[in-house]
């Protein structure tokens, strides 16, 4: 990859995160839009989002903490049930034809309750 490309990738990468940042989002979402358009690898796609997302999020917990926001009474049932869950989903590995049926019936149910009850 040229210099050039380089720092528009960076750039493109910086302003996501700035963004995704400013409404309390880590941006992974964003980072690999961002990768795609590029025409990055696909393998590179999860770890460099990861990565980002770890970043960008630690940087907005430690200004949000900072600013004595922060609450650890709040926090750490979410740590002690989020952390070891991550690194289950990270670990499996869904094949294609098991995990978009499972998430299909998961988001329709979600909009059918929020058409509902919202």
């Given at each position: ?30 980072y ?83 058409l509902?009850?919202v």
């Amino acid at each position: 990859m040229s210099v050039p490309l380089l720092l528009v990738l960076s750039a493109c990468i910086l302003v996501v995160a700035i963004l995704y940042s400013s409404v309390g989002h880590g941006g992974a979402s964003g980072y690999i839009a961002i990768l795609a358009l590029f025409s990055l690898s696909p393998a590179a796609f999860k770890p460099t989002a990861l990565v980002l997302n770890i970043l960008v999020s630690a940087i907005a917990t430690f200004y949000f903490s900072r600013a004595g926001h922060f609450s650890w009474h709040l926090f750490w049932p979410f740590a002690v049930t989020s952390i070891p869950f991550s690194f289950l989903g990270g670990y499996l590995h869904l094949p294609t034809h098991v995990y978009q049926p499972i998430v299909g019936i998961v988001v329709l149910i979600i909009a059918g309750f929020k058409l509902l009850f919202v």
